[in-house]
DNA sequence: CACAATTGTGCAAAAATATTGCATGATCGA
DNA sequence: TCGATCATGCAATATTTTTGCACAATTGTG
């Protein structure tokens, strides 16, 4: 409802470049080249300009998108008042986007509860990284996202999303099922100060998580291996590599050679998931209910997980 | 910058009939029937039905159209702040309409001065009935409307415009030149009370004003002729068939054997002239501009007219 | 320093949308 | 009952948007 030309202008601050926009909307670039031009014809002024070989906003521009935010929020809520009237038909296309976890984990059973509760909606999964999640959002490609709070993300005070935590995803320790915390039913992160740790990746989301959470602890973890999928940690860990933090909800494959142990501690060591959609989209009936079926997933899980 | 079909909803409220919207708009039936129905198939509900042979506005478009005033009003604030950024080219185009003294009196000097501080400007007058320039101004047709604050009017409380008082036009009684009052430098409106009266139709806004005044004077006036030009009406004066009321905005042609009288009272029987634009829309320089030259020439004009 | 990769633009052609013209059915008022 | 008024539907048409290249500018790499 709100000018298709501001929503590409929108799209084009948080890719940068016409082209990757192009991309993520599905036009080509001509397309998109257009429409920012007809749009700079329109208002009478140019809202960007060529950089380089990239384009960047104008001053006008900015302003422009800032104060037009509002009109966004203030339409996604409208559209939430109108289905809420029940009078005719209301959304019934819902797409959840989240992180590999809680795509794998969360999503699968809220989809199936609103299939249940709504049959004639139509419920989809993208399974994509953190940060795309929220550039799915503002695409109009998504309309839920499921995201670990870690990072980085749009801050909470961004207008153009709203954020809520879901849950607190704890972290286990992985050891070798012959270590000797491997029978403990609960152990303290600092007891595994001494140990080689494998890590993700140097500057990845989760090594500054795992990094932080054995500070709290007040020990610095000595990397000994990088893994970037937790199969591969879980392997390493089962070769007696090292041990590792993974998390809960995190589901690895039979076979392997290793235990999970319960961290205790104050905070307890965890990742936090939130959830994020569209400023003003809350209202609207199909989301408000996805919220709650991902709350009562999310709890149902973190019970029997515990 | 809003969907242009929820323009076309609020201009089908305003006017009633899907044809009048047309013929207002520019479009053939057919379009504006296509639109609205496109608008309901993308919310998925309908936001107009059939009643009789007319259409009317469902709850969900009723909604919908309270909701949406913002979006309009908060664009017009936009496309404002826009232009006031002095970035590339403001908007040029200016269109004033009012009722036909207005159109007459206060903005050729307007449109004058406004031409001679933005050489590029475009100003535009419109002469058209009160009732409707606030049409005009919805359909976008107009951009700032003189209106007598006496007609049929939106309430202030409008939020689809912004009204604002102008002047008061005082009222002069007009006697034929050989009446006992037309040598008096003022006069008060009760020592009328018992001549014959020319008034406006009855049921017409200037006809209700004129009671009125006689009303807040003390009596009522007896009619003895209508008339609905103010040159018919000092035509009969002329003639001696009787006294009437006559804003002192109003310019009479030369030859008619008149004199206009001041009234005193108090309050001074008088008309109040507004103008009225579109919500959100006084940010915009020109318009903003062009509402301070009004006043000034107003100004200019009731001094000159004392 | 040349070269390959990437980015945005421009324009004619093609595709998608919006609009018209006219025929039709429904309703209202005389 | 008839004529006037109103909205709709559909095929034809006009308009707008999008594509498909070819091209020019910029970056950074080997």
Redesign the pocket.
């Known amino acids: 409802m709100i000018d298709?030309r501001l929503h590409v202008l929108r799209v084009l601050v948080e890719l940068g470049?016409?082209?990757?926009v192009a991309r993520r909307l599905?036009?080509?670039?001509?397309?998109v080249?257009?429409?920012?031009?007809?749009l700079s014809k329109d208002l009478g002024m140019p809202v960007v300009e060529?950089r380089?070989?990239?384009?960047v906003i104008t001053r006008a521009g900015q302003l422009l998108l800032e104060r037009s935010q509002e009109l966004f929020t203030r339409w996604e809520e409208i559209r939430g008042e109108l289905d809420g009237l029940g009078t005719g038909t209301r959304r019934r296309q819902l797409r959840l986007c989240g992180f590999s976890t809680a795509a794998a984990t969360l999503l699968p059973p809220t989809a199936q509860r609103l299939a249940q509760r709504y049959p004639d909606s139509r419920v989809t999964i993208i399974e994509a990284e953190p940060e795309e999640c929220f550039d799915l959002l503002l695409a109009e490609q998504a309309d839920i996202a499921v995201v670990v709070a870690t990072d980085p993300l749009p801050p909470r005070s961004d207008a153009r999303f709203e954020q809520s935590a879901l849950f607190s995803d704890r972290l286990d320790l992985l050891v070798p099922a012959d270590h000797r915390l491997a029978t403990r039913s609960a152990a303290s992160l600092s007891e595994a100060a001494e140990e080689a740790w494998i890590l993700d990746r140097p500057g990845s989301p989760y090594h500054r998580l795992v990094r932080t959470a054995c500070a709290a602890a007040g020990f610095l973890p000595e990397k000994a291996h990088q893994s970037r999928e937790w199969e591969t940690g879980a392997a390493l860990v089962s070769a007696g590599l090292g041990v590792a933090l993974i998390p809960r909800l995190a589901r690895l494959p039979e076979g392997f050679d290793v235990a999970r142990v319960p961290l205790r501690g104050d905070p307890v060591p965890s990742r936090k998931i939130l959830t994020g959609i569209r400023s003003g989209s809350a209202g609207q009936p199909l989301i408000a209910e996805a919220l709650e079926v991902l709350a009562e997933v999310s709890a149902e899980v973190a019970r029997r997980e515990i």
Chains 1, 2 share one sequence.
């Open positions: 298709q470049t016409l082209t990757e599905g036009y080509t670039p001509s397309a080249s257009h429409q920012l031009r007809s060529q380089g070989r990239g384009l």
